[in-house]
């Protein structure tokens, strides 16, 4: 027989959400931790790796070792709670791939709440792992049960409002990070990463697995695996090209100190302190006129052969409607009030 397994790479106490017939609608931890040490990961390791209801003496070991696993508002909320909501521990031995509703819940968890950065958790199988639902003002349904569900709230004299059909929900009904504006709570979904000092205006949106690493100012769109660093602001309707959206494998970020204008994106990864004016959309085969600092021409080149690099400025030739690249001597400087969430 094996000796059980010490090693713990992400643990959480949460409430399962299952609906009459088992299937797992969604999971609430609110306080995972990642590489647990000490008093924790020796009550945790007591546990079988994967998912594990718990009873009254499970719940009494982990609160006797380690107490901030189990926030006592989990305890108050499943007394007062209605079946089949249940309470679970889910504990991953290595960072392999998603096999279960728990488990995609978890790693969504782990991003929101800042433990882990996009494209650093193994998030193969996700999609096969989150059920499709309705997500309504009384929590989510399974899309088939969604009619009967609109007639038994009429019955009752209410309304089911349904806010999206989707696989993911939006992140503040499980995550709510310190330090950040939403202005369309819609628009983020579990598992993005906002860090702190971020305002995410009503035409923001930021993706799973996505990141506005703080203080940002972020008016467009932050597509799945795409990070933007810290200082970096998108304009009105601006967009950033995620692997899901382009079809391709290359892993799109942009630096510190950038600016991608209204209207304008970027589908390359750009470095520190580079700007994109508006309306102008880089992709990596976009022909670029690289120019010195007098206007003068240099050479001509694809997009793709500039990702990466720091300092440059994207513009249009008014004229010939020419993209041109020149170095951008000075950071884009942000208006530090915007990013004061006190």
């Not at 940002?216 to 660093?229: D, L, W």
């Not at 600016?259 to 880089?282: H, K, S």
Request: glycine residues 10%; proline residues 5%; charged residues 15%.
């Amino acid at each position: 027989m094996n000796a059980r397994s010490t090693t713990t790479f992400a643990f959480a106490v949460g409430i399962r959400n299952s609906n009459g017939a088992g299937l797992v609608l969604d999971c609430l931890y609110p306080a995972p931790v990642m590489n647990p040490t000490d008093t924790a990961a020796e009550a945790i390791a007591a546990l079988a790796e994967g998912v594990t209801p718990l009873d009254d003496d499970k719940i009494a070991a982990l609160r006797n070792s380690a107490p901030e696993l189990v926030p006592e508002a989990l305890l108050t909320s499943q007394a007062n709670g209605a079946a089949p909501q249940e309470l679970i521990a889910i504990r991953l031995g290595a960072d392999s791939e998603i096999t279960s509703t728990e488990e995609a819940y978890l790693k969504l968890h782990l991003l929101s709440h800042r433990l882990a950065l996009p494209n650093t958790l193994n998030l193969g199988g996700i999609f096969a792992h989150l059920p499709n639902l309705a997500w309504t003002s009384a929590g989510p349904v399974e899309v088939s049960e969604l009619p009967q569900a609109q007639l038994n709230a009429r019955a009752e004299g209410l309304n089911l409002e349904v806010f999206s059909v989707d696989k993911f929900p939006k992140m503040v009904n499980y995550v709510v990070p310190p330090g950040v504006r939403i202005a369309d709570a819609s628009r983020i979904r579990l598992g993005a990463y906002l860090g702190e000092g971020t305002t995410v205006m009503h035409e923001g949106f930021v993706n799973f697995n996505a990141a506005a690493l703080g203080p940002n100012m972020v008016e467009g769109r932050i597509s799945q695996g795409v990070t933007i660093g810290a200082g970096t602001d998108l304009g009105g309707s601006s967009s950033t090209q995620g692997t899901l959206s382009g079809g391709g494998e290359i892993v799109i970020s942009i630096g510190e100190q950038c600016l991608v204008g209204a209207n304008a994106g970027t589908g390359i990864p750009l470095g520190d302190r580079c700007t994109i004016e508006a309306g102008l959309y880089i992709t990596a085969g976009t022909p670029i006129t690289v120019v010195d600092e007098h206007g003068e021409e240099v050479r001509q080149v694809k997009a793709r052969e500039l990702a990466g690099h720091s300092d440059m400025l994207f513009i249009r030739n008014a004229q010939s409607g020419q993209v041109m690249c020149r170095t951008n001597r000075k950071a884009i400087e942000l208006n530090d009030t915007l990013h004061q969430h006190n």
